[in-house]
């Protein structure tokens, strides 16, 4: 495996945990009822392993560790300078904040609607608008922590690996 491979897949599951803990702290935050359906430590394990697992799904799969080095090098920026990290960061966090954050809230709405009685879930707005509302409330906490874990903690794992990125003037492979 290579080394830019293996600090993606550390911090995918790094920045992953976090954006599920995030997650499960909102859903108990925002809706006391949550705890009534699912135990406080199921919902942040469930949420925890499975933005962990999308999140590695999403490094092996999609190419968002390319594009943001090829997002730092049309800035002319190159590593480890403090504006490749900043631009580089930005495409992993958005790519993976949207899928995460998408597929968490669809799987905690389902799975809270199936516990429901029949007369309980005719009280509740229809279940598009309660996902998307779900949604839209994990977007923006996920989309910091993710974005400054990645900037904080990304270089770090590089040296840590032995991985400085592409030299000045190199990009990644076309």
Not at 21 to 43: C, D, Q, Y
Not at 130 to 156: D, E, F, N, Q, R
């Amino acid at each position: 495996m290579n080394k830019e491979r293996l600090v993606g897949i550390i911090m995918s599951v790094i920045v992953s945990a976090a954006m599920g803990a995030v997650s499960a702290a909102l859903v108990i935050h925002t809706n006391p009822n949550a705890s009534k359906v699912h135990s406080v430590g199921l919902i942040y394990a469930s949420n925890i392993l499975l933005s962990i697992v999308l999140g590695m799904i999403i490094t092996i799969v999609l190419p968002l560790g390319r594009l943001g080095s090829s997002l730092a090098r049309k800035a002319h920026a190159a590593p480890p300078s403090l504006k490749f990290i900043l631009l580089n960061a930005i495409p992993n966090s958005v790519g993976n904040t949207l899928i995460i954050s998408m597929v968490l809230s669809f799987v905690g709405v389902l799975t809270a609607r199936l516990k429901l009685s029949e007369e309980a879930l005719n009280q509740l707005p229809p279940f598009v608008i309660m996902w998307l509302g779900s949604w839209a409330k994990l977007i923006l906490p996920t989309l910091i922590i993710s974005y400054v874990l990645s900037i904080v903690l990304a270089p770090i794992v590089a040296r840590l690996v032995g991985f400085n990125g592409p030299q000045k003037g190199q990009g990644p492979k076309k």
